[in-house]
Structures are given as C-alpha cells and as structure tokens.
C-alpha cells in the first residue's frame, strides 16, 4: 500500500523497476547487507514479461540461454517447457525467482517513481511516487528496461476509434476474446509478427497495416535445442562463461567465412541450416561479414525473400512482405510461428502503407488514401520509445537541477551505459551505450549488475560516498559507441536502434554494437584501473583516474588482435629479403581496392637506371587530362613495391580523381641514402615533363607518400624548390618519416603494439641512413627550409610512432607561411588508414584525404 509519509524513509539504494535486472540487482544488493526499496510500477514482479502479454508473447533467445545464471541450483529446480518459452512461462520463472529468494518483501508494487533529485548538500537522491510518497537514498538505480515505454500512437485520429482498442505493449491481464471479430493490427515488428497468427485464428476477419516488411525467420519452436542441453548438462559452468564472453551473450562459434568469396553451394548449406536452426544469433553468423558488407548481406537478405516468396501464395502479397529497404539485421530480425503462411488465409489481408498510407483512424475504422475499413477492434503493435523513452519520461534531475531529458536532448549519452555525468551515484541497467538490446539481455543484465554491485562494494570498503563519470570519459564512450556503430550497416536503417520510430527523436545510434565481450572487458578494465574516468569523492576524498578506456577505432583493435594472434615475427628481427617475402605472402591475402579506369606499369629512367612505376587512371573519359600525382610507397625505404600501396593507389585514384603515377625508388640496404631521395625528385621531374602522355594536366602535378615514400615526397619538394622547379601543387604526406629524432611524446605512448615500432623505425633508419647523415634535410626534411614549399596535407595517426613528428612537421610548415591541413586519423595506427577494404573506419579518412587531393589543383 502507498502511504503519504511525514519524515522520508532512508535507504541505501531505491531501484525502480522489479524486472530481470531489478530483481537481480536487488538480491546482489541485498547480499552486500545494503538497505535496498525496490519500486515497481505494475502490480507483480516481471517487467517486460508483466505487460506484455498478447497473444504469442515469447522470448526470441532460446530460453536455455534466456535465463539467470547467478544461482546454480535455481537452474536444477527450474525446467523450461519450450525453446522459446512463452510470456506467462518467463513471469511464471520471475516470480519463482522472487520468491525463492523472497525478494518481494523489499518490492513495493504499484509504486511509480515521479521524481528523482539528487540533493548536494546531502548526497542523497530524494524520490518521490505517485503515492505521495518520499524516499531519501545514497543511490538511485533504474531498472526500468530498454522496451518498456510504449510508443504513443503517432497517427491522425487515433483517438476517436468507437470499438475495442488494444495496445500489445498493454494487453488485458484476462486475455482478449477477438471471436467473429473484424480486426485491424498496426505494425509489423516482432510483436505484431508473434500475435498476427493467432489473432487470426479468432478473428473474423483480420486486415494489417504494414509500414515496413520485416525480415522474420521460422522459430521453429519445440523442446530446448539437444545440443544446448547436452552441453549445459556437460558443464554449466563452462557454457555460462562463454556466453559472458562471447559476442551476443549466446555461445555460439562465430564464422570467418566470407559472403563474397563463399561458394554458392556453402552459401546456401550455411543459410539453410540457420534457417532450420531457427535461432537469431544463428541467422546472423551466416557470414562474417554480413553486418558489415552490403553485398554479402545482401545474399542472406535475397534468401530469406526467396522463403516468403515460396511461402505466400499470391505473388503481389509475397512482393509487399519482403523487406527491401533495411539491410536485413539493422533492424531487429523477428523469429515467427506460421507468420508467412497467416496470409494464404482467405480472411486475412495485407495493406501495405507504403502504397496507401492511412489517412486517419475514424469511428468506425481506418480510412487509408484508398480505402475505408471497417473494425470492431484495433491492435498497436507499433513498438516503443526504446532505450531512453523510459529514463527521461522519469523526470530525473542531476546535479544543478538539469535533467536526464534536458542533458539527452540531443540524444543519450553515457558512460558505458552505466551512468552519466551531472548524475552522481545514478545508475542505469541496460542503458543507452550498453550492448542490452543487441544482446541476450538477461547476461548483459547479470554483467551489469555485478558490476554495480562491485562498485557499490568498493565504494563502501573505500569509505566514499559518490561517484560520477567525467566528461572525457563519456565522451570519449560515446564516441566509442557510435565508432563501433559506424563500422556496421546499422545505421543506415530507420530503426528504434536509431530512435528512428519515434517522430522527433534524435537519430542517434543507442545501443553498443562491440559486443558482450567488447563490453565486459572494457567495463573490467575501467574498475581494474581503479575507476578510470569516475569521480569518487568521501570525507576528505576526491579522487579521480580521468581517461578513455577506448580511444582505438574497432576494427582497427581487430586487426591488431588478428596479428597478434597470427603470431608473425617482428619485422626487425627478419633479414631484409626476408621482410619483404613475409609482407608479398601478407599482401596476397588483402581486397584489391577499388576498380580504376587503367593500370599500366612502366619504367622511367632514374639518375641511375631504370625505376618501375605503375599509373593509375581514373574511370571515365580516356582522353581528357586530368591532374597529375606521384605517390611513392610506404616500407621504411627497405620494404614495398609497386604491389605493396597498390590498393591504397587505386582509392586515392578513385577518390581524387586524378591520374596517380606510384614510383619505386630503389631501396636499402642495397642502396642507401640519399638514393630513395633522389630518385624520387627524379621521378616528379620525369611526371612533370611527360605530363601529357601520362594523362597529366601540364602544371598541375602533386606528389604523395605514405610513411617513408612520404618521407621522399617532402624531400622532393623540397629539392624542386631548390632546383626552381617543377612547380608542385601540393604534397599528401600520409604518417610522415620527417625526423630520425626518437623522442617524441607518440614514441614513448605508441612505440609498442602497434605495427610500427620504435625497434622497427630504428631498423628502417640502420638500413638506410648513418647516424651522420640522419640530420641531413634530405632524410629528415623538419631539418630544412620550409619556405615556399607546397600547400600539405599531413594525415597523423593517434596510435603511430611517428604522430608528434608528423604534427611538427605541419607547424613548421605553417610557421614558414606554407598553407597545411592537418588530417588526425583519431584511432588509427601508422598503417590502418592505408588498409582500403579491410579497417572500414579508414574510409572517411580516406575520403577527406582524396578531397585534399583534389583541392591542390584548380577545380576542373
Ligand atoms: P517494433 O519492432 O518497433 O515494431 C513496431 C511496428 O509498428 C513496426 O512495424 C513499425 O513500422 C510499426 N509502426 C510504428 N508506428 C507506426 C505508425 N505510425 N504507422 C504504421 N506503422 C507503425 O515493436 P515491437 O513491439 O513489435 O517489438 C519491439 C521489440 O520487442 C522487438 O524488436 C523485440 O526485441 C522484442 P516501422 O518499422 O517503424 O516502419
């Protein structure tokens, strides 16, 4: 019961919300001998389980993995009765839960947090609940779910429908008898695809209203898969560990093959056998590649529109269901019962939205652009405010009174999805920047709750009294978030993902798309390192470890892991001629680039013999000129060929649109300084004089480089200045060699683990140069004169040796009145930038380094 109380009760910790994770975070609470209030909106325990009850209610994770694991011997007692058990089966395992651990004492039911502020002076959250009631508490958690705020109707009219109106989201707790009925569903997502099938049983008629076609695999319900029982009867421990530590919370072995590159025999063994698995993780892991690669997830998308093509009779009917305009798993792919097949039913009907939009929702039915219908009831099934719609309906207000809805209006942002700052000692489960939503919940649920639990408990053993994230750290998951986002197909789908349901909502990628893993260990690391990016303060206490705790690019991160694990020697430890085998096998194995108009190799004479070099010519008209640009490669002046940049050639080419000349410079230690140097200058003066039959703009001639080939690139133009000419456009120096001083701040932080190490960048200079003449400006061009050189771009990389140099060499440049811009590849290394269709997150780097290109000639 709710009663007005005078003086405000106190505890240590109120959670609102008695689901998953509230029931969890009460019982860990509870064993940290913490005063804990748990309240709960809805009359019982279950959360997401307690509302929505409408017909064909199930989980789509199977229930073996949708389940708690913190308490071995509730495993043993409870047996789940199906693969995906249905919502009264998980509310009936929720309050086995709650009362096997009599966590209901500590539960108010019907209680409504309507406000939450957090007092300084006192360090307390003050709450208050639609019963009157007010609650001091050290700490605030809301446990409130990612899909628990329904989405107010956003359609014209719909309030004024005369017959039964039923939302999914709300279903009546004593069912719905929909017999003889005309019936109308709106919305097509999981739980309008659960319920269509069996309100079309009752129903006399039964009309949906489809906006989007959703990709929906058979469930293939039953008993619980053998193969998870049998490994979990094997070793329960075991299993659970790996799903803490896998991807998406389920075990499951991720594939390395290809979408493109798989046989059309593998393709569809892999896509069937996921199809009759009926598992979502499993319809996900047809290819490796498939969230990341339109053309491969295009593959798996056309074999699921070829199954509603052969399972909907009526060819039009098949057409209107098949999802065209998401790539499939950027929206939340559904798992059905007879979903397909409800519309070979005669009383059953599809109109599609996008032909015939609805007009408005009248008394008596729904008035579409074409049509009037008639129904004697209307069901939503139209989603939620997902993720945040929860958390800032809450009126929650921080430090200074500003409130969650006020700091998110330009969408979320948090700190691992656990708290964010103005927020001290507020907590959110499965928050926005959490994976949640792209997880099986319940382990990201139990993640998040040991976690807090731990916190909590150091922060007790530490005698503090509040914790806050900082901003650096925030932002810096943040842009972690939306950086594993951007890597993915994702974000180019209207999904909730995106906040895209909801009009007005801030399109913002919400959950975190790393993975469990991904996300467990970072969460690890931050309390390992004692709470890097909190604020902790107690009596006489303040303090605060202030850091990112990941500032790398993800799948710059995979690419190392994947080296790492390749167990390749350092380079610096093989012979030169060896080096440059290891690297020929490595480049083999790499994409191609993109396609170009031409590619023509030749030779051109040097100041002593012949050089190489290989020409790249735009798509597009043969015969028009274009401007001219010659690129030596990266290799420490000892490594590279014309192969080794060839992909990074090519991009540069399509991206400019110039015609690029890639120069092979003789190298060390057969032949040492100044000869790369010279060659080079020879090589530009060549260009510039055959610029015609190269396909070159006379005049218009730019060189470029990467790492060391951007090392002879700045010498030439140097030399070009001082031997009054070529004119030079401009010069692309991608990760510079620019001096042999090691001392640099990026050589202490990224000297190790990151491809290019100081050990190799000492090689490379013992290989080419003598200490003496390591100062010379045609080896270290910071050394010389800048004045009157070229317009630069200069991209640095956060995680390369030779960032600081690089950086240096662009003030000078400034300093000398040279016009530069300075590209920071924020999360890379020394080489990912280079690595064209495998480090996804180079290609804007790319992109700004090709419209630089273009900007050092006059436009066409
Ligand atoms: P979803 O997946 O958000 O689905 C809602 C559906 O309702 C979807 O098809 C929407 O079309 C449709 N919708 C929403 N608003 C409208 C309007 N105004 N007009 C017509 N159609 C509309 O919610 P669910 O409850 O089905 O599932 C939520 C999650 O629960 C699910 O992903 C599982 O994780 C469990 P749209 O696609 O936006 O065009």
């Known amino acids: 019961m709710n009663k007005p109380a005078s003086v405000p009760e106190q505890f240590d910790v109120v959670v609102a919300g008695a689901g998953f994770s509230g029931l969890y975070m009460l019982y860990r609470l509870r064993q940290l001998g913490l005063s804990v209030k748990v309240l709960e909106s809805a009359g019982d325990v279950g959360g997401t389980w307690y509302w929505n009850r409408y017909p064909g209610a199930r989980c789509d994770i199977p229930t073996t993995d949708y389940t708690y694991s913190f308490d071995p011997e509730l495993e043993k007692e409870w047996t789940w009765s199906e693969k995906y058990a249905t919502q009264p089966e998980i509310l009936e395992y929720l309050r086995f839960v709650a009362d096997r651990h009599g966590l209901r004492s500590d539960i108010e039911f019907s209680a409504t947090v309507t406000s939450a502020r957090w007092d300084e002076p006192e360090k307390r959250w003050r709450i208050t609940t639609d019963g009157g009631q007010e609650i001091r508490c050290r700490y605030y958690i809301m446990a409130?779910?990612?899909?628990?705020?329904?989405?107010?109707?956003?359609?014209?009219?719909?309030?004024?429908?005369?017959?039964?109106?039923?939302?999914?989201?709300?279903?009546?707790?004593?069912?719905?008898?929909?017999?003889?009925q005309r019936v109308a569903v709106i919305g097509t997502g999981s739980s309008g695809i659960q319920s269509i099938p069996l309100i079309a049983r009752q129903a006399r008629r039964l009309t949906v209203f489809q906006r989007t076609p959703n990709f929906s695999i058979p469930a293939h319900n039953g008993p619980a898969p053998a193969d998870r029982l049998e490994r979990l009867a094997e070793d329960r421990d075991e299993y659970r560990d790996a799903a803490r530590w896998s991807r998406g919370g389920v075990p499951i072995d991720p594939t390395d093959i290809l979408g493109g590159t798989a046989s059309e025999a593998v393709r569809r063994e892999r896509f069937e056998a996921a199809w009759e698995q009926g598992e979502l993780f499993g319809i996900l892991n047809v290819f490796a590649?498939?969230?990341?690669?339109?053309?491969?997830?295009?593959?798996?998308?056309?074999?699921?529109?070829?199954k509603i093509r052969s399972i909907v009779t009526d060819p039009g009917i098949a057409e209107a269901l098949c999802p065209k305009d998401h790539y499939f798993g950027t929206k939340r792919p559904c798992l059905d019962t007879g979903y397909f097949e409800t519309y070979n039913l005669p009383h059953v009907q599809l109109v599609d939205l996008r032909k015939q939009p609805i007009v408005s929702i009248t008394e008596e039915g729904i008035e579409t652009a074409d049509e009037s219908f008639g129904f004697d009831a209307i069901v939503y099934a139209t989603g939620f405010d997902a993720m945040t719609g929860a958390l800032v309906a809450a009126d929650v207000a921080g430090r200074d009174g500003v409130s969650l809805?006020?700091?998110?209006?330009?969408?979320?942002?948090?700190?691992?999805?656990?708290?964010?700052?103005?927020?001290?000692?507020?907590?959110?489960?499965?928050?926005?920047?959490?994976?949640?939503?792209?997880?099986?919940?319940?382990?990201?649920?139990?993640?998040?709750?040991?976690?807090?639990?731990?916190?909590?408990?150091?922060?007790?053993?530490?005698?503090?009294?509040?914790?806050?994230?900082?901003?650096?750290?925030?932002?810096?998951?943040?842009?972690?978030?939306?950086?594993c986002a951007a890597i993915t197909l994702h974000p180019t789908a209207n999904s909730w993902y995106m906040g895209a349901n909801v009009p007005g909502k801030p399109r913002v990628f919400l959950p975190y798309i790393g993975g469990v893993n991904a996300y467990r260990q970072a969460c690890d690391e931050v309390a390992a390192q004692g709470y890097l990016g909190f604020r902790l303060t107690g009596p006489g206490e303040d303090r605060c470890r202030d850091g990112v705790i990941r500032r790398m690019q993800p799948d710059v991160a995979m690419v190392l892991e994947f080296m790492a694990a390749a167990g390749m020697p350092p380079l610096e430890t093989l012979s030169a001629a060896d080096a440059r085998a290891l690297l020929a096998v490595t480049a083999e194995a790499r994409p191609p680039g993109p396609e170009v108009g031409e590619v023509t190799d030749g030779v051109i004479p040097g100041p002593s013999g012949?050089?190489?070099?290989?020409l790249y010519r735009p798509a597009g008209p043969s015969e028009g000129l274009r401007p001219l640009v010659v690129y030596f490669h990266g290799g420490g002046w000892v490594l590279g060929n014309l192969d080794s940049d060839d992909p990074l050639c090519r991009d540069l080419c399509a991206r400019s649109g110039a015609v690029v000349v890639s120069v092979n410079y003789r190298h060390a230690p057969e032949v040492r300084f100044p000869a790369a140097a010279l060659d080079a200058f020879a090589a530009v003066q060549w260009a510039d004089a055959n610029a015609i039959e190269l396909g070159g703009i006379p005049g218009q001639l730019a060189v470029a480089g990467w790492s060391a080939g951007a090392n002879v690139a700045a010498v030439a133009c140097q030399l070009a200045r001082g031997a009054e000419g070529p004119h030079i456009s401009g010069q692309l120096l991608v990760c510079p060699v620019v001096d042999s001083d090691m001392?640099?701040?990026?050589?202490?932080?990224?000297?190790?683990?990151?491809?290019?190490?100081?050990?190799?960048?000492?090689?490379?200079?013992?290989?080419?140069?003598?200490?003496?003449?390591?100062g010379d400006p045609r080896a270290a061009p910071l050394h010389g004169n800048l004045e009157g050189l070229p317009e630069a771009c200069i991209v640095t990389a956060d995680f390369d040796p030779l960032r600081d140099e690089g950086v240096a060499?662009?003030?000078?440049?400034?300093a000398a009145g040279v016009p530069v811009r300075l590209v920071r590849a924020r999360g890379h290394t020394h080489t990912s930038v280079t690595m064209v269709g495998v480090v996804i997150s180079g290609a804007p780097v790319r992109a700004e380094i090709g419209e630089a290109l273009g900007d050092f000639f006059p436009a066409p």
């Open 405 to 483: 809805k006020e700091k998110w209006a330009a969408g979320p942002s948090t700190y691992l999805g656990l708290m964010t700052t103005g927020f001290p000692n507020f907590f959110m489960l499965t928050g926005p920047g959490s994976p949640s939503v792209l997880s099986n919940m319940t382990v990201s649920i139990e993640q998040h709750v040991d976690w807090v639990a731990g916190c909590l408990e150091n922060m007790r053993d530490e005698g503090l009294e509040t914790i806050e994230p900082t901003a650096l750290a925030e932002a810096g998951w943040n842009q972690h978030v939306q950086d």
């Open 610 to 614: 012949h050089l190489p070099y290989r």
């Open 809 to 814: 060499y662009a003030r000078a440049l400034e």
């Open 144 to 180: 409130t779910g990612c899909l628990s705020m329904p989405k107010s109707p956003d359609i014209e009219g719909a309030g004024r429908f005369a017959g039964q109106v039923y939302f999914t989201s709300r279903w009546p707790h004593e069912g719905v008898d929909l017999t003889g």
């Open 289 to 306: 590649d498939q969230g990341v690669n339109p053309a491969s997830n295009d593959i798996v998308a056309e074999m699921i529109r070829e």
């Open 743 to 774: 001392t640099r701040p990026s050589y202490t932080e990224n000297g190790d683990g990151y491809i290019l190490t100081t050990a190799l960048m000492r090689w490379f200079w013992d290989h080419y140069a003598d200490p003496a003449d390591r």
